[in-house]
Nanobody, 123 residues
Framework: QMQLVESGGGLVQAGGSLRLSCAAS????????LGWFRQAAGKEREFVAF????????NYADSVKGRFTISVDNAKNTVFLQMNSLKPEDTAVYYC????????????????WGQGTQVTVSS
């Protein structure tokens, strides 16, 4: 079992930056795929980014590519999402997730989920 806890959400102006953190307990990140998803009001949850092999391999949704960066601190069992050049359409609840296998962009492939943290971008 693994427990994931997100933090770092809040209110930011368009063009600003935030860094989200997701701390794990119960197990290490070894061999896990780590992902970030988001869900805006009235919309389905969507993929944002994932990392494999302790962050050596990463992948991003087209909507955030070049603006967001996923990274992993393996020693502290923490995954981060650095968000730059934020836009109002980035407003959503952001969730971190972990997969025991080779999950990619699909929710069903992830075994553990955090509680979510709200990100609101004002114009």
């Amino acid at each position: 079992q693994m427990q994931l806890v997100e933090s770092g959400g809040g209110l930011v102006q368009a063009g600003g930056s935030l860094r989200l953190s997701c701390a794990a307990s119960g197990r290490t990140f070894t061999s896990y795929t780590l992902g970030w998803f988001r869900q805006a009001a009235g919309k389905e949850r969507e993929f944002v980014a994932f990392a494999r092999w302790g962050g050596a391999s990463t992948n991003y949704a087209d909507s955030v590519k070049g603006r967001f960066t996923i990274s992993v601190d393996n020693a502290k069992n923490t995954v981060f999402l650095q968000m730059n050049s934020l836009k109002p359409e980035d407003t959503a609840v952001y969730y971190c997730a972990a997969s025991r296998g080779m999950a990619t962009r699909f929710e069903a492939g992830y075994d553990y989920w955090g509680q979510g943290t709200q990100v609101t971008v004002s114009s």
